[in-house]
């Protein structure tokens, strides 16, 4: 599939040779931040689509979903702290989520920390419902998952 372009920013598919960038990127955002071979098994996995937001050709931000049985699965998103807040979550979002329908994902799920107030706003806004919660998900402080999904007409 092609790339997607909005004003002066462009989502494409992660490649091999973003990885230490998104790796920096992830390393100011998330306490369990994924080591090279962890990413290459990712992107290269069949059932995964990772994608890398880029303004002015620089990376600020990455998603990326699994697909099995046409449901699609949210694994992770981040934008640069220093460009949060301006819709740039929202964006890949969204573009996740047509993609994955577009491969013909039924619906879309995804569990989010129950503090992360910024990350549950941007799923809800792109349409996604709370369906429950896991007790005690994150290992690291035992704090709950919140489960989410979105379902299309047909799923
Ligand atoms: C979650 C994350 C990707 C959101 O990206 P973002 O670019 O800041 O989000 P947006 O600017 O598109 O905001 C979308 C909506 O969420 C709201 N929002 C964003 N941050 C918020 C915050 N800290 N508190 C309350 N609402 C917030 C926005 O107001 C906006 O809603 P609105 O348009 O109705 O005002 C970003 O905060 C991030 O990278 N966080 C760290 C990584 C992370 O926690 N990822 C999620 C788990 S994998």
């Given at each position: 599939?092609?790339?997607?372009?909005?004003?002066?920013?462009?989502?494409?598919?992660?490649?091999?040779?973003?990885?230490?960038?998104?790796?920096?990127?992830?390393?100011?955002?998330?306490?369990?931040?994924?080591?090279?071979?962890?990413?290459?098994?990712?992107?290269?996995?069949?059932?995964?689509?990772?994608?890398?937001?880029?303004?002015?050709?620089?990376?600020?931000?990455?998603?990326?979903?699994?697909?099995?049985?046409?449901?699609?699965?949210i694994?992770?998103?981040?934008?640069?702290?220093?460009?949060?807040?301006?819709?740039?979550?929202?964006?890949?979002?969204?573009?996740?989520?047509?993609?994955?329908?577009?491969?013909?994902?039924?619906?879309?799920s995804l569990e989010v920390r129950e503090s992360n107030i910024?990350a549950r706003k941007v799923y809800e806004?792109?349409?996604f419902v709370e369906s429950g919660i896991r007790p005690?998900y994150y290992?690291?402080?035992?704090e709950n998952a919140v489960i989410m999904w979105?379902?299309?007409?047909?799923?």
């Open positions: 599939m092609g790339t997607t372009t909005k004003k002066s920013s462009k989502i494409r598919r992660m490649t091999a040779a973003d990885i230490n960038i998104v790796k920096e990127l992830a390393r100011e955002l998330f306490k369990d931040e994924w080591s090279q071979e962890t990413w290459l098994t990712e992107i290269n996995n069949n059932i995964s689509y990772y994608s890398v937001l880029e303004i002015n050709n620089e990376i600020v931000g990455y998603a990326g979903y699994w697909l099995v049985a046409g449901e699609a699965q694994i992770r998103i981040a934008v640069a702290s220093k460009l949060q807040g301006r819709g740039l979550g929202n964006l890949l979002v969204s573009d996740m989520i047509e993609r994955a329908m577009s491969q013909g994902a039924l619906a879309v910024a806004k792109n349409g005690n290992q690291d402080n035992n979105l379902k299309t007409e047909q799923g």
